[in-house]
């Protein structure tokens, strides 16, 4: 079992051991954007990264409980591995995600459009893997506006 423990918010410049800061992770394919936190061990000052299946509630409870990722514990053994709570949690409500984009020429759908981008053939934008595509085809001919 492992015990509840409250933890202060800390100074995002100092990085005190036993504080936690706020993370925000952007959305990303289907996975909307979050709010997480990073706390410092206060025992041996790492930083413990909430995983995405950790859930903090109004309150700032984190559940499942927090301890050390495996790497840490073979670099060096830390027992700390609690329920923590995060006091001054702002319980933020995440930006809406953005908005899902079709591919003109094959309907993928994605928000993360990170290598989209135009041709004259298609009226939209593309996606990645057409853009290769027609990258390896006959080069295209003059380009005109899309009507
Ligand atoms: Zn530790
Ligand atoms: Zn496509």
Not at 74 to 94: A, F, Y
Request: aromatic share 8%; net charge negative.
């Amino acid at each position: 079992m492992s015990d509840l423990v409250n933890i202060p918010r800390g100074d995002p410049t100092v990085y005190a051991p036993g504080t936690w800061e706020l993370v925000f992770h952007e959305d990303e394919g289907d996975t909307p954007s979050y709010y997480s936190a990073v706390i410092w061990c206060p025992e041996c000052g790492r930083p413990l990264s909430l995983q995405r299946g950790h859930h903090i509630d109004t309150e700032g409870r984190i559940t499942p409980s927090v301890g050390h990722p495996e790497q840490y514990l073979q670099e060096q053994p830390c027992d700390w591995h609690v329920s923590p709570r995060l006091l001054g949690w702002p319980n933020l409500t995440p930006p809406p995600p953005r908005e899902f984009s079709t591919c003109a020429r094959c309907g993928e759908h994605s928000r993360s459009l990170s290598g989209w981008g135009t041709d004259g053939r298609y009226a939209g934008i593309i996606c990645t893997a057409c853009k290769k595509t027609l990258a390896l085809e006959a080069p295209r001919e003059t380009p005109e506006d899309p009507k």
